[in-house]
């Protein structure tokens, strides 16, 4: 189809930022979704087709509303790309604190889980039906790091939810693909430069890579025909140590 719409969740900054920008680049109607609405102008900014919404991803009645002003604006959704997310304090697993478990449960979870299903319900009934929903996994959701319980179990959670969606999505030509991203240049990243623990106690400068090239891979995912998925998908800064991890 000419025109292409899609959802970005946490796009004020950093992936979500870099991702909604590539894709507007390549001719797609673009809603930005995030907490604060100034991010998300600036990453439209200049763009007659992009659209800044606020919504918190983990609270039902903001992604509701939300999806409604993309139904009603666009009348139809091709794509989402399930961003939004936040990690705690590094910390021993006893010492975690609930209210950190549940803030990562509800932006990395409960959230992804809210705006996959808005995003569905629009799929599923539209004309043509069907679309492609990204999950932003990482690679902690196949190694953890030291500390990071609520993370780790959330990204591991993405990648059932994104099977659970592949196979209840079949039958409406809707599909999931999960991108699992290691050490993109990103605010969230910014103290890796400095050292971070590894899993025998040392601290070490990880290397990033660019974040530009994290949002051309969603891109390159959300151009194929939904007669073809890449389920899922992994880019990683070279010599980041994560296949040594552990």
Request: glycine fraction near 10%.
């Amino acid at each position: 189809m000419a025109d292409r719409y899609a959802v970005v969740t946490g796009a004020g900054q950093g992936i979500g930022r870099a991702a909604a920008q590539a894709l507007l680049a390549d001719g797609w109607t673009v809603a930005v979704l995030g907490r604060r609405l100034a991010p998300l102008e600036e990453t439209i900014a200049g763009q007659e087709r992009g659209l800044a919404l606020t919504a918190d991803v983990g609270a039902r009645d903001e992604v509701e509303a939300a999806f409604a002003e993309v139904k009603s604006r666009f009348g139809r959704l091709d794509l989402l790309f399930n961003n939004a997310g936040r990690g705690a304090p590094a910390v021993d697993f006893d010492e975690l604190p609930f209210e950190d478990w549940n803030g990562v449960v509800a932006a990395n979870l409960t959230g992804s889980f809210l705006c996959a299903q808005a995003a569905y319900r629009i799929m599923k009934h539209q004309s043509p039906r069907g679309g492609r929903i990204i999950n932003n996994g990482s690679i902690s959701a196949h190694a953890p790091r030291p500390g990071a319980a609520a993370y780790t179990a959330t990204k591991h959670a993405i990648t059932g939810l994104t099977k659970q969606i592949v196979l209840d999505g079949r039958k409406h030509d809707i599909t999931a693909s999960q991108i699992d991203i290691g050490n993109a240049a990103t605010p969230m990243t910014e103290r890796m430069t400095k050292g971070v623990m590894q899993p025998d106690g040392s601290m070490m400068v990880e290397p990033r890579m660019d974040v530009a090239l994290v949002g051309r891979t969603v891109a390159h995912m959300a151009s194929m025909p939904l007669e073809a998925n890449i389920p899922f998908l992994t880019i990683m800064a070279t010599k980041m140590p994560w296949l040594g991890r552990g």
